[in-house]
């Protein structure tokens, strides 16, 4: 009884440690694309590596050794990140290895993958051609959260249009040295989707699996041996996180963001561009994780509020890369990812042009001289570049054409340090002829070394932020009585607009005249009340920008009942209020915003508090168009393409009261008055003291020695005076940090 006793805890134990979290990480994710080399009959590959390693980021000096094909991709543009930490980044090479192998690669002194690759030469009945393996699109690294069932599809394609099929590794077949199953993953084999049903601790695991491709066969023969035709390893790694957030609230993929498994063709030195553009309500995004290919831009990352974009580009320059590209990305929070998305970028195969065709490059213009009779079957009338304006001629033995580099529909793209300029004779036929005769695709490219290029055209300077939004800029907070301050014809019969987030969730007029008193239980405030709570008050937040067409953008705005921020509550998040008791006061000022705050919603203790919040400047391109509503439900993201934004201000006031402390007046007070304003103090005639610094007391300091009223013919005031104006307030005003750090990100933005 004993041994089976300590038998089942020898078994529990082992169990735990397999099915725990790993601790230490031999690479967060792999994957191989092999391309059989038809020099040997495919008994060796082209194995193109993609390998995602953690920070610090290894070397690749030990990966080539000399007189290998061996190529290791440079990193002018490195893929990083910083989700899951402590962060991560991408190695990319390719080597030649056996069609059968097996083996560790180590990166650096810390990483090492085991490869099992399974691509033995088999020529195809249906085409004659060797197999090509199945190529499995490796996204950044996974996160999930304890208790967040989740789906990851994988991005797989086949070259020779076979099935796929994924599958684990398995150890007792060399594919994979101490590979556990884990409990709490689950895989769709048919359909290659991993799951994870959220029965895990938080750490972070790896899943090792091999891809497999298979001949299409009818559902009729499925019992027929339908034996895999190669198998490549795919490593993913997983991290599972504690969050206290609902499940369904990630990171969303919006409007033109390309679709799964989007497939893009690529012509020679043609570029391909897209956007990607994530609603994050929660959380804003951090960072776009992207995995691609060498040379792969991205440039104008945003993320203001809810929303944030980012531009994608690569050009097909002449390269050594595998045919298919796959280019996976996904949104990162502090604590919550969006779904990864991989697209595919498919390098045509171009036929080697024939005999005596001559593209010469001239300064203004290229000139093509294409032989005839190499043109088979082809319309010579439906031949264009890619501008119809442009024409092409031909005689009986030859097709000419001179084409001009800033016309034509000539495009210019940067390949490397070069600069080319590309146009495309192709065929065009009418929508409405259906012809199954033969269509040419021609790329024609000019390329100038960098060290030739000069001007403008090779090298774009952007503008800086103080050009874009002027020589000054800087944002003040301030806290005013409803109907005071200097925006009060807006405050005294305020219209209001709800901006928390519910259902539904877009912006609505609650009101459109309250008093300028008014509180929320109906009461009204009075100047000459003694040691009354405030229930209301206005948050007033300026920016200080000389272009008029600038718009104020605030996405978060927290208060603290100390000045060291350590305990913080919420009154805007991701450009929304965070509570029913919060409204936007309704102006016709771009650079100016009011909210309304219910102080007993706010929850403070104290009788002080402050704010910090997080602001943007944007600026259109277009007269005719709007800045983007952070906290609208429907968003176009156009609007964020199409804007100019600064980068993110954090703005912190000083000591804000919560208190009113003017003694009532007890003597009539005279109706012409004249006060000397004195700049560096602020005196109330009714004897009230108030510091020169932005500390404000929680109690009247009251003098009877001596005022600073004297008569002063220039400074007459015809009102009677009291307390409850903006001058006579100035305990409850606080100027924010005027900065002059000045920072762009304005990449991808081109003004006139």
């Known amino acids: 009884m004993l041994l089976r006793w300590r038998l089942c805890v020898l078994v529990q134990g082992l169990t735990l440690l397999l ?24 008994k060796t590959v082209r194995a193109h590596f993609t390998a995602i390693a953690p920070t610090p980021c290894p070397g690749l000096t030990d990966l080539c050794s000399e007189g290998e094909d061996c190529l290791v991709h440079a990193t002018p543009l490195p893929f990083t990140g910083t989700k899951p930490e402590p962060g991560w980044c991408v190695r990319q090479w390719q080597k030649n290895l056996p069609s059968d192998y097996t083996g560790s690669i180590s990166l650096g002194d810390k990483t090492t993958f085991y490869v099992s690759l399974k691509a033995r030469p088999i020529v195809r009945e249906n085409t004659g051609r060797l197999n090509h393996p199945a190529f499995v699109a490796l996204p950044p690294p996974l996160r999930a959260r304890v208790d967040c069932p989740h789906h990851f599809s994988l991005s797989v394609k086949d070259p020779d249009g076979d099935r796929v099929r994924c599958r684990f590794a398995q150890a007792d077949q060399g594919e994979c040295v101490s590979c556990p199953r884990h409990s709490f993953i689950e895989l769709n084999q048919e359909k290659c989707v991993v799951s994870f049903t959220g029965k895990a601790a938080a750490g972070t ?32 790694s997983l991290t599972v996180e504690e969050s206290s957030t609902r499940c369904s609230d990630e990171p969303v993929a919006m409007d033109d963001t390309p679709d799964q498994d989007t497939t893009h063709s690529v012509l020679p030195f043609q570029e391909v561009s897209f956007n990607v553009n994530f609603m994050s309500r929660l959380e804003s995004v951090l960072e776009m994780a992207v995995v691609g290919p060498p040379g792969l831009f991205r440039v104008g990352f945003q993320s203001i509020g809810p929303l944030s974009m980012m531009s994608m580009a690569w050009v097909r320059s002449e390269n050594k890369l595998a045919p298919l590209l796959p280019l996976c990305f996904a949104a990162n929070t502090k604590s919550l990812q969006s779904e990864p998305r991989c697209v595919w970028l498919y390098q045509r195969e171009m036929k080697t042009l024939p005999a005596g065709t001559e593209l010469k490059c001239g300064k203004t213009e290229m000139t093509l001289v294409l032989p005839i009779a190499s043109l088979t079957d082809i319309q010579m009338d439906e031949l264009q570049l890619n501008s119809p304006t442009c024409p092409v001629s031909y005689n009986d033995t030859h097709l000419m054409a001179s084409i001009s580099l800033s016309g034509c529909g000539t495009k210019t793209v940067h390949a490397g340090s070069e600069l080319v300029y590309t146009n495309t004779l192709q065929s065009v036929r009418p929508y409405t002829r259906v012809s199954r005769k033969p269509v040419l695709i021609l790329p024609l490219a000019c390329r100038i070394p960098g060290a030739q290029v000069k001007g403008p055209h090779y090298q774009i300077g952007m503008p800086t932020e103080k050009e874009v939004f002027g020589e000054y800029l800087g944002f003040e907070i301030q806290l005013y009585f409803p109907g005071e301050g200097p925006m009060a014809n807006y405050t005294k019969f305020a219209k209001l607009r709800e901006i928390v987030r519910s259902s539904p969730r877009t912006r609505r007029e609650v009101g459109s005249i309250l008093g300028s008193n008014s509180s929320s239980d109906g009461s009204t405030y009075s100047s000459d ?81 402050y704010v910090e919040c997080t602001v943007n400047l944007c600026i259109t391109t277009l007269p005719s168009q709007k800045c983007p509503d952070l906290c609208a439900e429907t968003f176009n ?24 402390t003017t003694p009532a007046p007890t003597t009539p007070a005279p109706t012409t008055l004249a006060t000397t304003t004195i700049p560096t103090t602020t005196t109330i005639p009714t004897t009230t003291t108030i510091p020169t610094t932005t500390t404000i007391p929680t109690t009247t300091t009251t003098t009877t020695t001596t005022t600073t009223t004297t008569p002063t013919p220039t400074t007459t005031s015809t009102s009677t005076s009291t307390t409850s104006h903006a001058p006579g307030q100035m305990s409850f005003v606080a ?18």
């Open 529 to 609: 009340t003694i040691e009354s709570d405030i229930k209301q008050i206005d948050l007033h937040i300026l920016a200080n920008c000389s272009i008029e067409r600038a718009e104020l953008l605030v996405s978060q705005c927290l208060e603290s009942e100390t000045e060291d921020f350590a305990v913080t509550r919420p009154i805007l998040s991701q450009g929304c209020a965070a509570s029913n008791s919060t409204f936007e006061v309704v102006t016709t000022e771009t650079n100016y915003k009011i909210y309304r705050l219910d102080l007993n919603s706010l929850q403070n203790q104290g009788t002080t508090m």
């Open 205 to 236: 695991y790896f899943i090792y699996l091999m891809a497999e491709d298979l001949i299409p066969v009818p559902k009729s023969a499925h019992g027929q041996d339908n034996t895999p035709l190669s198998a490549v390893p795919v490593h993913l």
């Open 637 to 660: 993201t156009k609007a964020m393409v199409q804007s100019v934004f600064t980068r993110s201000y954090a703005v912190r006031s000083g000591p804000l009261s919560l208190v009113v």
């Open 19 to 42: 099915s725990g979290p790993a601790c230490e990480a031999s690479s967060l994710g792999m994957t191989v694309h092999a391309v059989p080399l038809e020099s040997d009959g495919g």
């Open 735 to 752: 100027v924010g940090v005027i900065l002059t750090t000045l920072s762009i990100s304005l990449q991808n933005i081109f003004l006139d």
